[in-house]
């Protein structure tokens, strides 16, 4: 079965620093898929950005971006230019090209944007 | 085009009752997958629909059952309620199966039940 890692429960960063979230995952697959999910108050998971492990090339969606290091199974997120509104909740998560589209989640960690 | 849409919002219930969670898929989503999330964790897979058959399950108990319905929307159902059932209910909804990383899941803002 894969397990995700988060081994950061809180992170702080102040307002327009950069920030990094690690992720750690464990899998005996050689083709997956990993997600960062962004969680607010409001309760609803957002999707912030996607990886396919076959790709080489590190995933970015404007101030976001991964570092994937597939032999060593890590897959953090970095955040640029923090903002206010970047304030949450953020989940890494898991998923096998097999079976059901389930997604594994790590346990979280909760970033605060000090201004 | 309409988001997940999740109710109720909140639900308190008493210990060995039953409840009942609703969810409306985006539309044009065939796929409809539940997860529980406890206070503090990350969500945790329950079980999957794809076009109103089981397609996946989780490690819950019996007592934790679902239904989809031709509209593909979905229900969760959950019977003699204990007390580590308070969570977070989350639904996605999702275009297609498996192996298609695109099919991006689309997440409700979720059932907050507890069990008293």
């Known amino acids: 079965a894969q397990t995700v890692t988060q081994s950061q429960p809180e992170m702080s960063v102040q307002e327009a620093e950069t920030v990094t979230l690690s992720c750690t995952y464990d899998?005996?697959?050689?083709?997956?898929?990993l997600f960062w999910y962004k969680q607010p108050p409001s309760r609803q998971m957002i999707l912030v950005i996607r990886?396919?492990?076959?790709?080489?090339q590190n995933a970015t969606e404007n101030r976001f971006s991964v570092n994937f290091q597939k032999a060593a199974k890590s897959f953090s997120l970095k955040i640029s230019d923090s903002q206010l509104g970047d304030a949450a909740m953020y989940f890494c998560?898991?998923?096998?090209?097999?079976?059901?589209?389930?997604?594994?989640f790590g346990q979280g960690t909760r970033l605060t944007i000090n201004p | 085009e309409t988001g997940v849409t999740q109710s109720p919002t909140h639900l308190i219930k008493t210990r060995g009752q039953q409840v009942t969670l609703r969810c409306s898929s985006q539309?044009?989503?065939?796929?409809v997958s539940w997860y529980q999330q406890a206070l503090g964790q990350g969500p945790q897979f329950i079980f999957q629909?794809?076009?109103?058959?089981?397609?996946g399950r989780g490690n819950f108990p019996p007592r934790f059952s679902g239904l989809q319905f031709p509209n593909y929307s979905s229900e969760l159902n959950v019977n003699a309620l204990e007390l580590d059932d308070s969570a977070l209910y989350l639904c996605?909804?999702?275009?297609?199966?498996?192996?298609?990383?695109?099919?991006?899941?689309?997440f409700g803002q979720g059932t907050r039940l507890t069990v008293v």
């Open positions: 996605a909804s999702s275009l297609g199966r498996h192996r298609d990383m695109n099919t991006e899941a689309f």
């Open positions: 899998t005996s697959e050689s083709d997956y898929y």
């Open positions: 990886q396919e492990a076959y790709k080489q």
């Open positions: 998560a898991y998923r096998s090209p097999r079976g059901a589209q389930k997604l594994v």
């Open positions: 539309s044009g989503h065939n796929t």
């Open positions: 629909y794809y076009r109103e058959e089981e397609n």
